[in-house]
């Protein structure tokens, strides 16, 4: 899947889970650039995103993320799986 693609998808989700259709999401984006993203957010954006894209991520992956960007290469490594 393309990056493109996928960031479309997340620009989606995160509008929706954090309640603001005009945040712009970019892969330099991090949790620090978007108001309402706490820890409670974060576990339902995560559940938002696997859900989207039908998998399930590690604790691992999602502790090691810190930008949109590597969330995306996160998806783009479980879509070739």
Same mark, same amino acid.
């Given at each position: !899947?393309? %990056?493109?693609?996928? +960031?479309?998808? +997340? @620009?989606?989700? &995160? %509008?929706? #889970? &954090?309640?603001?259709?005009? =945040?712009? #999401?970019?892969? $330099?984006?991090?949790?620090? *650039? #978007?108001?309402?993203? *706490? $820890?409670? @957010?974060?576990?339902? !954006?995560? *559940?938002?995103?696997?859900?989207?894209?039908?998998? /399930? &991520? /590690? =604790? /691992?992956?999602? !502790?090691?993320? %810190?930008?949109?960007?590597? +969330?995306? @290469?996160?998806?783009? *490594?479980? $879509? $070739?799986?």
């Amino acid at each position: !899947m393309e %990056r493109e693609s996928i +960031l479309e998808k +997340l @620009t989606g989700i &995160f %509008r929706k #889970v &954090f309640d603001n259709n005009s =945040l712009e #999401v970019t892969e $330099s984006v991090t949790a620090n *650039d #978007v108001e309402k993203w *706490d $820890s409670l @957010t974060n576990i339902i !954006m995560v *559940d938002e995103v696997e859900k989207e894209f039908g998998i /399930k &991520f /590690k =604790l /691992k992956e999602i !502790m090691k993320l %810190r930008n949109v960007g590597d +969330l995306i @290469t996160v998806i783009q *490594d479980h $879509s $070739s799986q």
